[in-house]
């Protein structure tokens, strides 16, 4: 069968990756890498609460929401009037956790008409695509579930995507493309759920000026990389097209810089006059450069769309 195909079954088959494993078991997302995170989502989840006026019911929607470790969170972090009025759902193939508070919904497909705000962290790049390569004879081909390449013609929609998003006009035999298709339709489709407020995208990628050449294709198991092979037992990934899903971007970086989170180290002097506090800020300023590292996690982008 062709990747797209190999990479559904392997990620959410009946045997699937993601039906199975805990994702936080295999791999570090800014969700688990700290608590400042999902401080920063709260922070903008308040701010949407005012610029909404404050609705009686403010949805809170985490798509691939693993098992519920972000809303969980989220809601911690929330004063007690907004907490109350927030309708918190996780989205997930997987089955409900059977440790997931009660107030937290569970859904296969993100809920329609969602007033506020609905999250992807680290869900795009997981959307099976179809890699192709370029041969020898510089055709363009499909690559199979064993990445060695397929007779199959490219379908025109699949062409239509390479032609305006990932040309390899020009490119040396062996050059990838991930065709990001799926990926536009189903992050348009979850915008499509908003009724009103942001739906927001947050995951590695890249743009037009500095496609990979050969492609991002990527596994992981027990926090390691691995060679990526569909057999179900592996996170599989590849970094996401972000100019082709049509809204706004900015780097990780800096948007939680404008929500608080700045890995800048506290005053020396600080040690000195209150030793607790300084080791407390020492602290909170080296999980936020973690989560503002260029060459980490704060490699990640922020796609915004607001409804």
Do not use: K
Not at 37 to 54: I, P, S, Y
Request: avoid cysteine.
């Amino acid at each position: 069968m062709l990747w797209r195909q190999a990479m559904e079954a392997a990620l959410y088959g009946p045997e699937g990756f993601f039906l199975r494993h805990r994702p936080a078991d295999h791999f570090r997302t800014s969700v688990h890498a700290s608590p400042l995170f999902a401080g920063a989502v709260a922070t903008l989840l308040g701010r949407l609460d005012e610029a909404l006026d404050r609705p009686a019911r403010l949805d809170l929607v985490d798509v691939g929401a693993g098992r519920g470790e972000l809303l969980i969170a989220v809601l911690a972090a929330l004063p007690g009037d907004l907490r109350r009025r927030v309708r918190a759902t996780g989205v997930e193939r997987a089955p409900r956790p059977g440790d997931l508070p009660s107030p937290i919904g569970w859904a296969t497909t993100p809920p329609e008409g969602t007033a506020g705000l609905l999250m992807a962290t680290e869900w795009l790049d997981n959307v099976p695509v179809d890699i192709v390569e370029l041969g020898t004879d510089f055709r363009i081909r499909y690559l199979q579930s064993d990445l060695t390449p397929a007779d199959d013609p490219i379908a025109p929609a699949d062409r239509a995507w390479l032609d305006r998003w990932w040309p390899l006009d020009g490119a040396p035999p062996g050059a990838r493309a991930e065709i990001g298709r799926p990926r536009d339709e189903a992050w348009a489709a979850a915008v499509a759920t908003v009724e009103r407020g942001l739906a927001l995208a947050v995951d590695y990628g890249h743009f037009a000026a500095g496609r990979p050449l050969f492609g991002t294709l990527a596994a992981f198991r027990d926090g390691r990389p691995v060679e990526p092979v569909p057999d179900g037992e592996r996170d599989l990934t590849a970094h996401v097209a972000l100019d082709s899903l049509g809204a706004p971007v900015l780097p990780q970086r800096e948007a939680l810089r404008l929500l608080g989170v700045d890995g800048a180290r506290p005053p020396l002097a600080l040690a000195s006059t209150d030793p607790a506090a300084y080791v407390r800020a020492l602290a909170r300023a080296s999980a936020a450069a973690e989560l503002t590292d260029p060459g980490g996690l704060g490699g990640h982008s922020w796609v915004m769309h607001w409804v």
